[in-house]
């Protein structure tokens, strides 16, 4: 029961502070500022979702931008062509109160996450007879139907794409709110997930599927069950895409894009929660703070790129994760050099 | 009644024929060893019973039902557990989290803890190296952890794939000794090897194989008597 209070009165408080921030951040920050930050949170969401994916359960996949996108377009889709006949049916729905935005925005997560989660179902099956190289292909392939498949819809704007989406996230001033909410849930699923043996069984399957198998791990739940969970959480980071900078196009979820999520894991370090989370703040900010040197920029960019992974080429945490028990062991072992 | 038993066992990898028709009965309480040079189809008969090779004909039934096609995760559940050839531990997850993922079709916490112990006691090396990451064990300890990850299911059949393979000579001895330990207390044993002498020591039965066949079948006292056992696998 206390376990229980103590919960709830955490959950309550993260969602306190969470909101307190959002509100403080819209109201203090410039725009582009907080702009850039709102992009961080979303890069984080897919990176660390990828992560387990490739990280966490070994399968190499570069087209997670094609589980952004559908995501991104199924929950636009929700808010710019489904929602106005739904309204005039349920007056709930409509959208001039802020709680009005809030519910057509849950709506549209859900749906977007669902179509996302299928989609990832379906292109998980491959993934239980494809190893390596094989894989990503498949993947890489992936997204690039899913791309060529919206631009050549017409209901959602072809390759113009959908524009004027109803800002739903920044409703409220809570923006920074939505996005950081998912941040928290994906990055404390993640933990959870590699901490109990449930967990366990993923990296298994990473380390190596055979002697999974033999263990008694039912390797193909695994990563079926990765690829789901992966994909629900970039389509929920499309949602929030789609309806905090309200413009998307096939383009916005190029090839380009996946491939930067993917460097995201691998630059972080395959596997480490952490190393996704600072590598998609570093991958996402950084060209922004490079502005300055204009044409150069892409050159800096990459140039650092290829200076970390040479420097650590097992990305910049291993396996390692940055938490409370680092912070624990930096401190008993500074202990002990005193003693 | 035995407790495994293959019949006319047939495997292919692609095009290419592993098994021509294995036949084979493990019976309650013993151990039986499978020996027979490079490819002559004992880790295939192994992958076979655990379900990681799919047979293209014949039927596998353990404990009186037929595990021929069930998934391999289905097969452990039911009492067969495997320390596969080349040890296969997980690098980089420590000792204790190897042995946790063997118990893992297991929801039985007390009893996982009490097989702990009972793998520790069996090697008293993977208690000390407990937190340690499996990849920086010897040779010989890996090999006592993938045996261990193996009991840790609590199998009533354990099939153990060339447990000696590239070990120290003495400490072959131990393992075999280990192996006897472990059947007596209640785990039937298919063992594999290429040391074909300690392998027919230790066990009850043997079939010898030959490019994908039984050839032979006998007590294992019998076999170590035998003139063509004794030059083909001995090297007498």
Redo the contacts between chains.
Sequence with gaps: MRFWVNRLLGVTGALALLYAISVWATENLQEYYFKVIILCGIYIILAVSLNLVNGITGQFSIGHGGFYAVGAYVGAAWTVLWQPEAARALPLLQLNTLHGHIVNLLIALMLGAFAAGCTGFLVGLPSLRLRGDYLAIVTLGFGEVIRVVLLNIDAVGGARGLIGIPSLVQSGNLGFFWVFLFVVLLIAISRNLLQSSYGLAFLAVREDEVAADATGVNTTRVKVTAFVLAAVFAGIAGVLYAHFFINISPDTFDMNTSIIITTMVVLGGSGSITGSVLAATFLTAMPELLRDFKEYRMVIFSTLLILIMLTRPQGLFGHGELGYATFQRLIRSGRGKTL | MSLLSLRDLHVYYGAIRALEGISLDVNAGEIVTMIGANGAGKSTTIRAI???VRPRQGEITFDGASITNL???QI??RGV??S?EGR??????TVF?NL???A??RRDRSGIVGDLERVFALFPRLKERMYQSAGTLSGGEQQMLAIG??LM?RPRLLLLDEPSLGLAPFLVQSIFEIIQDINRQGVTILLVEQNANQALRVAHRGYVLETGRVVLADSAANLLRNEEVRRAYLGE
């Design positions: 655990s379900g990681l998934p391999p995760h452990v559940m557990s495997q596969p296969r531990v997980f690098a980089n997850l989290e946790e993922l063997g893992y079709t990850r193996a299911a």
